[in-house]
């Protein structure tokens, strides 16, 4: 399709209506509500709706064509609907949240798990999906660190990358995959409180440094769209924030895909204060350069006056919906306005076995192991008293899981049972529910298996928490258990780090975060150690809400904070350490790792070169196991301050036991540079360190200088 004469032959009515987005009830009364709210009030004519260029959610295939059918049927132009929708960690098969899948420390599985998404999902008519969340967070208190990659821009932008990768595959035009919207640009993460929707105020040194690098490395992978942020950035609200939409990402990026909003984020603005109505709204929107309004009518209703009035040129609108044109021909829905939806292929693929055994695997790295006092993995004959809510609740999905369907998991009795004498269930979280004769039945278990943790609506948009323990009752009852258990093995669910302080003591602690659908199969592969838990914490974990933000990769100040010369004028708190209770990149695993010497090829490089560090790993226990080696980098001086330990590499290895291998990183300029306020990419000579271990806070280091020219 000739998209350049396509735009010709439309009305400029029809061309703004290619920037709109609503929902397929709009079209089919019946049709799937994902997301309604505010869209449910819109008042559109009939002829708007059929104007209209794309839609937001979709139940299924039938669903997709029968809207499809009814849409080109009743438009004078017959320009397919493009759908789009939220498959954020599977489609039916639930994967671990990105949180979860972030501490597998592997973007190869999240290549997989957004290949997967995309089969599943294609089978629906889905062309477009939301994901990734490339939001940097630093903030657990923020309900939306569930669907992020962590506080590290490194992985951040690993993961993003990897995850795109695995959703566009190599050709849009082909099957079964779908184009990636990267979300929420920019700077979402830096929610003031951690409250949701909340103001973001950051240097735009940071906001380059640490926030861009996630949607900076999905554009680089190819992202065909990107979705603007709920929040403002310098005070004006990133829908229609011209710096981040046109300045950098055209002019500094080159970005050439479709700029989408959030949810009735155009709208918004005039909630924000930048718009005193609708029509501003919309001309502070098209000067910025967004494309598509998702869920809010400004454009639709007022673009054209604005035009008449003199104070929109047309081309704007052209551009925008050329772009929008683009995207569907490289989708090839020209050819096929269906594509994708495919009902029966569905009935043969979605939630298959093979994907099913995918997402048990996925879960098996994402899992964290805190702690192990030589309980962990259970021996065969342990008798287990399970008790705590997850004992027998299935929901171990997630937020964003539309199309999952928690009824269909196994709970962790079931998945236990094959293996274990279980001689004891109680799913309560309360106190008061377990009566004398519950203790004496603990008591005589071998191990008390504590499953507990956050609902699946204790995180996610909008679910934030200003408290992080574990909630309700459920750390009153973990001392009373431990009172009586001979050893106590706490499994929390959580879509965020809890503040664990308490629970510390515990035999053993294992974070399963929501590990989806084989979450329960799969945490019973490592209690029983089938499988050796391999995952490392992407997000410090604080002991106190007042130390949040609390991230590994902060600046030093000038008075840093040095526990070995106790100064009190320096950086510290009076009640509570600086230091988290784990650190970023932290994970147990039932073997021991040794890192050998590590050597580096030479102690100076100039601008041009290479030097190699390699390490040597062994395992010197008695089990097979994955073992994630980090490299972290430190400048000691610069322009601007650098933090004192930043994440450069990482590399994941499977070991036999007494296996030693030896590891190369090769370090080069693009390790050593940063990132300035303007967003360009500069690299100084002078002195690093080169930092190698297993988590942020246990590392060897090499002195390397960058050489001047
Ligand atoms: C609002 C959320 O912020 C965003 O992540 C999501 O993609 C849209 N709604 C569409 O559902």
């Not at 940063?674 to 190698?692: A, K, N, R, S």
């Amino acid at each position: 399709m000739n998209t350049k004469e396509l735009l010709k032959s439309l009305t400029r009515e029809e061309k703004i209506g290619q920037m709109l987005q609503i929902a397929p009830f709009f079209f089919v009364k019946h049709a799937h509500v994902e997301v309604a709210g505010h869209l449910k009030a819109l008042n559109l004519t009939k002829k708007q709706i059929f104007e209209a260029g794309s839609v937001l959610g979709i139940g299924n295939g039938h669903e997709m064509i029968e809207v499809q059918e009814v849409f080109l049927k009743e438009s004078r132009h017959k320009i397919p609907l493009l759908f789009m929708a939220d498959i954020i960690h599977g489609y039916e098969t639930i994967f671990p949240v990105p949180l979860g899948l972030a501490s597998s420390f592997n973007p190869k599985l999240a290549k997989k798990v957004a290949r997967i998404s995309a089969l599943e999902a294609a089978t629906s008519g889905i062309h477009v999906t939301f994901s990734p969340m490339a939001d940097l967070s630093r903030d657990p208190r923020w309900g939306r660190v569930v669907e992020s990659f962590g506080e590290d821009p490194y992985l951040n932008g690993q993961f993003s990358s990897a995850m795109v990768q695995g959703y566009q595959g190599d050709d849009l035009k082909q099957e079964n995959n779908l184009a990636s919207c990267v979300k929420h640009y920019a700077a979402y993460g830096k929610s003031e409180a951690g409250r949701d929707y909340n103001t973001v105020d950051l240097s735009r040194l940071s906001l380059h440094y640490d926030h861009m690098e996630g949607y900076r490395k999905a554009i680089e992978a190819g992202a065909r769209l990107i979705m603007t942020s709920f929040n403002v950035v310098d005070g004006i609200p990133s829908t229609v924030n011209k710096y981040l939409l046109r300045d950098v990402l055209r002019d500094l990026w080159h970005f050439t895909g479709v700029t989408i909003t959030d949810y009735d984020s155009l709208h918004q603005v005039i909630a924000h204060g930048v718009a005193e109505d609708d029509l501003q709204a919309a001309l502070r929107g098209i000067d910025a350069g967004l494309d598509i309004e998702m869920a809010s009518t400004c454009y639709v209703n007022y673009l054209s006056e604005l035009v008449d009035q003199g104070l929109v040129d047309e081309t704007l609108i052209d551009d925008a919906c050329l772009r929008i044109l683009d995207l569907k021909e490289e989708l090839g829905l020209f050819d096929n306005p269906y594509k994708h939806a495919h009902p029966e292929r569905a009935t043969q693929i979605v939630r298959s076995k093979e994907h099913l055994d995918s997402a048990r695997k996925v879960a098996h790295e994402s899992i964290v192991l805190l702690e192990n006092r030589q309980v962990l993995p259970l021996k065969s004959g342990t008798k287990v008293a399970l008790v705590g809510p997850y004992a027998t609740n299935r929901e171990t999905n997630g937020p964003w899981s539309w199309h999952g369907n928690n009824a269909l998991n196994a709970n962790l009795q079931e998945a236990l049972n094959h293996d274990l004498e279980i001689i004891y269930i109680n799913s309560s979280e309360v106190i008061s529910d377990y009566q004398t004769d519950d203790f004496n039945v603990i008591e005589d278990a071998d191990v008390v298996l504590y499953a507990c943790g956050e609902t699946i609506h204790e995180s996610g948009e909008a679910h934030n928490r200003a408290k992080i323990a574990l909630p309700r009752d459920q750390e009153n009852l973990y001392h009373v258990l431990k009172k009586h258990a001979k050893k106590i093995v706490t499994i929390i669910f959580a879509g965020r780090p809890l503040i664990l302080n308490e629970l510390t003591s515990s035999d053993a602690l294992v974070y399963a975060w929501f590990p989806g659908s084989e979450g329960a199969y799969a945490l019973s592969d490592l209690l029983l150690g089938r499988m050796n838990p391999s995952g490392k914490l992407p997000m410090s974990f604080p002991r106190h809400e007042g130390q949040i933000p609390l991230y590994y990769n902060h600046l030093n100040t000038g008075r840093p904070y040095d526990p070995t010369h106790r100064n009190p004028f320096t950086s510290y708190y009076l009640d509570v350490p600086n230091t988290p209770l784990y650190p970023f990149g932290y994970g147990l695993s039932y073997t021991s790792f040794e890192l050998g010497s590590s050597m580096l090829s030479s102690n100076h490089m100039s601008l041009n070169e290479t030097v190699e560090l390699k390490v040597q790993i062994k395992n010197t226990g008695m089990m097979r196991g994955q073992e994630v080696v980090q490299l972290y980098i430190r400048d000691h001086f610069a322009w601007i301050a650098r933090p004192i330990k930043e994440l450069k590499a990482f590399q994941k290895v499977m070991l036999e036991p007494g296996e030693e291998v030896t590891l190369t990183f090769n370090i080069d300029k693009t390790m050593l540079g940063y990132y300035t306020q303007d967003g360009l990419f500069v690299v100084e000579p002078g002195h690093f360190d080169l930092m190698i271990g297993t988590d942020s806070d246990h590392l060897t280091t090499h002195k390397l200088t960058l050489k001047k020219e």
